[in-house]
């Protein structure tokens, strides 16, 4: 029994002195960082980050003919792009003529064996991307192009 005694009196003498010590602690902490504001005990929830939605610009299809060494074919694409923020969509619609253009001139320059891997398809999103990134007027920047999608790609 006087055991047990002790051995409370020492429980209670431990967690004493690691109160007092934290408490000093935190009172010199504070003391020193007058600049600091003191964090409440209980913080509030962390809001999850908002995921803006995705911004895309559907294009009307493009019809371009791929010359051959043997024969001729015809490459029908539809593009979908994928837009940095709300100001390039309206760029990419206020200056369609010129966003058509710029993409069927890569188009056409492109070479059948190419085009027909998987590799040379994704070398070609990204010969339009570049393209399509650069600025449509001197005093505009060029539209935040972040990904360019095809959703139909037929060769005959």
Not at 14 to 28: S, W, Y
Not at 75 to 97: C, F, H, N, V, W
Not at 104 to 120: D, E, F, N, R
Request: no cysteine.
């Amino acid at each position: 029994m006087l055991r047990l005694l002790k051995f409370i009196l020492l429980l209670i003498v431990i967690i004493g002195a690691t109160v007092a010590g934290t408490m000093l602690f935190l009172n010199r902490t504070s003391a020193s960082t007058p600049d600091v504001q003191a964090t409440p005990a209980v913080e509030a929830p962390v809001a999850p980050p908002v995921i803006q939605a995705p911004i895309f610009a559907e294009l009307e299809p493009f019809t371009v003919t791929l010359y051959g060494e043997l024969r001729n074919r015809i490459l029908y694409t539809a593009i979908t792009l994928r837009l940095g923020d709300e100001a390039s969509r309206k760029q990419i619609q206020d200056y369609m003529p010129e966003v058509r253009d710029r993409i069927l001139k890569v188009l056409s320059a492109q070479q059948l064996a190419q085009i027909q891997t998987p590799q040379g398809r994704d070398a070609l999103s990204s010969a339009l991307k570049t393209d399509l990134s650069r600025s449509f007027a001197a005093q505009l920047p060029g539209p935040s192009v972040e990904d360019v999608l095809f959703t139909a790609f037929v060769v005959q």
